[in-house]
């Protein structure tokens, strides 16, 4: 089993910036992709970011790459978000995901969330306009 554990979110002006944190304990040997999602209110959960943890392979949403950037350290086992020149539409909990290597589906994509088998608390941002 893997836990998950997110932080780092918080409120923030317009323009400014973020990094949360996914602190990933348990059997992490089996994980070979995170990823981050968010849920804004009313919304579905969307895939923001995704990092293969073994290759080092990552994804972006295609409206966020040039403002959000996924990042790990192997040796503390964290996956980070940074998160600059934040607009209020980026409002929203922040959820980080785990996926076994090997777990169904056999066929998925990064950023699509029923890749992932494991999933953080969630940590909310707020950006103010």
């Known amino acids: 089993h893997v836990q998950l554990v997110e932080s780092g979110g918080g409120s923030a002006q317009a323009g400014g910036s973020l990094r949360l944190s996914c602190a990933a304990s348990?059997?992490?040997?089996?994980?070979?992709?995170m990823g981050w999602f968010r849920q804004a209110p009313g919304k579905k959960r969307e895939g923001v970011a995704a990092?293969?943890?073994?290759?080092?392979?990552?994804y972006y949403d295609a409206a966020l790459k040039d403002r959000f950037t996924i990042s790990q350290d192997k040796t503390e086992k964290r996956v980070y978000l940074q998160m600059i020149f934040l607009k209020p539409e980026d409002t929203a909990m922040y959820y980080c995901?785990?996926?076994?290597?090997?777990?169904?589906?056999?066929?998925?994509?990064?950023?699509?969330?029923?890749?992932?088998?494991?999933w953080g608390q969630g940590t909310q941002v707020t950006v103010a306009s």
């Open positions: 995901g785990a996926r076994r290597t090997g777990a169904a589906p056999y066929s998925y994509h990064p950023l699509r969330d029923d890749a992932y088998g494991y």
């Open positions: 990092m293969d943890t073994v290759r080092g392979s990552v």
């Open positions: 348990g059997d992490i040997s089996e994980i070979n992709l």
